[in-house]
């Protein structure tokens, strides 16, 4: 293997096993699902066109910040209800049967879109959440001024998407519980009598900085010490296979090396398998040399992470604060 080859080997397991520590640190929270009833096409007969319809409702209809459910997974659901479809005037009760297609595709809302195509193209949408309730309920009618069908139709879903309110609600978090007032300070008046007390000169305001926050040191600061326990670990897995590698070569090496022992020579039959066996061993250094530089490059990579991730000595910051008749000072040894 060329050494331009095996550099590059190494570079690509590295970035490997990095990888995972990236994308957990990228992760992102899941968008809401949203469970779509097949468009429905009222009044047209020819099957492509009514395929078209359908395409444009789902593409143009839902937003891109919202996960639709699989389409398998609605037609699954369909399949087992008795009418196939939670449209009227097939289905009796839309509400309660697209509550059912939200429930059994955990989805936050199910959502049934009817279209009319024509010379007025007349689109609806209903929303009914997962417990039965009209969340809403939209119609947009348009007519053609010499517009196409497909583009006619596009407009009026772009401008329902725009009024249907198919996001699902945030969650509301709970308020935190008032905090009840502290009791008002009562100044005590001294009586007229009794003797006034005068502030200390060297009276000293010690400000003690806030402990720092501990992490224990088998987790580290941050995502640098999980990652150098695993290239750690990894390295050394590969140190012992190159370990084996290497003297299962030498080993085969030696068993080359037997027909020539006592100044003899290998017989014709005998040929071949010294050359397997010199070619297995040839095989194998190299394998446990590349092993052993991935497993170095690996271990190194792994210690380097944990020495960088480890606990910062605290800065020394704000000592105290004197306060006399004169003035006020300032003493310590500031950051």
Not at 277 to 296: D, M, N, P, V, W
Request: contains cysteine; proline residues 10%; glycine residues 8%.
């Amino acid at each position: 293997m060329k050494p331009r080859a095996r550099w590059s080997t190494l570079l690509l397991s590295l970035a490997l096993w990095l990888a995972p520590a990236q994308r957990a640190l990228a992760a992102e929270e899941a968008a809401p699902q949203l469970a779509l009833h097949p468009c429905v096409i009222v009044g047209e007969k020819n099957p492509e066109q009514v395929r078209g319809h359908q395409l444009a409702c789902a593409t143009v209809l839902v937003p891109a910040n919202v996960r639709r459910v699989p389409d398998e997974q609605v037609t699954a659901f369909l399949d087992k209800e008795p009418r196939k479809t939670c449209a009227p005037p097939a289905a009796k009760k839309t509400n309660e049967c697209l509550a059912r297609l939200a429930t059994a595709t955990q989805a936050a809302r199910a959502v049934l879109i009817t279209i009319t195509p024509g010379q007025v193209t007349r689109v609806s949408g209903l929303v009914v959440g997962a417990e039965g309730e009209v969340i809403d309920q939209k119609s947009i009618q348009l007519r053609s001024r010499g517009q196409s069908q497909d583009e006619l139709l596009r407009t009026a879903l772009a401008r329902l998407k725009d009024q249907l309110n198919l996001l699902p609600a945030k969650s509301v978090t709970a308020a935190p519980e008032p905090t009840p007032p502290a009791p008002p300070a009562v100044a005590s008046t001294p009586p007229s009598d009794a003797p006034s007390v005068a502030p200390a000169p060297d009276a000293v305001l010690t400000a003690t900085p806030p402990a720092p926050r501990e992490r224990s040191p088998l987790l580290g600061q941050s995502w640098k010490t999980p990652a150098a326990y695993s290239a750690a670990g990894v390295g050394l897995v590969a140190l012992g296979v190159a370990g084996y590698l290497a003297l299962s070569g030498d080993q085969a090496m030696r068993q080359s090396n037997l027909p020539f022992a006592n100044n003899g020579y290998p017989l014709v039959t005998e040929v071949d398998s010294v050359l397997a066996l010199r070619a297995e061993a040839s095989r194998k250094r190299t394998f446990a040399g590349i092993g052993a530089a991935a497993g170095a490059v690996l271990i190194g990579t792994g210690t380097y992470l944990w020495f960088t991730d480890r606990p910062r000595a605290t800065t020394p910051g704000l000592s105290g604060v004197s306060v006399g008749p004169g003035g006020v000072s300032v003493s310590g040894v500031l950051p």
